[in-house]
C-alpha cells in the first residue's frame, strides 16, 4: 500500500489488519488520517489492481493513541 502513497505520508501509515472485506489503517496522527481520508477514493481504485486487496471494499482509518494527548 505503502507505494502507492508520497512520502512523508507513507511513513505515518500502516496496515493494521485486514479482516474480510474491510481494511483498518493506523496513522501516526490526527493529520496523516485527514490526509489519508482525503486520499481514500484514489488509494481504492490502485488498491483493486492488487490480488492482496481486490477484495476490501472498506477502509477503516484509526489513529495510533501514542499520539493522543
Not at 502507492?4 to 481494511?23: A, C
Not at 492488487?50 to 493522543?68: H, K, Q, T, W, Y
Amino acid at each position: 500500500m505503502r507505494a502507492f502513497i508520497d512520502p512523508p505520508l507513507r511513513y505515518e501509515v500502516e496496515i493494521l489488519q485486514i479482516q474480510g472485506r474491510v481494511m483498518t489503517i493506523l496513522c501516526q496522527s490526527a493529520g496523516a488520517a485527514t490526509r489519508m481520508r482525503f486520499m481514500l477514493p484514489e488509494l481504492r481504485t490502485k488498491l483493486a489492481t492488487l490480488d492482496a486487496f481486490n477484495g476490501v471494499e472498506e477502509i477503516n482509518l484509526r489513529v495510533s493513541s501514542s499520539s493522543r494527548s
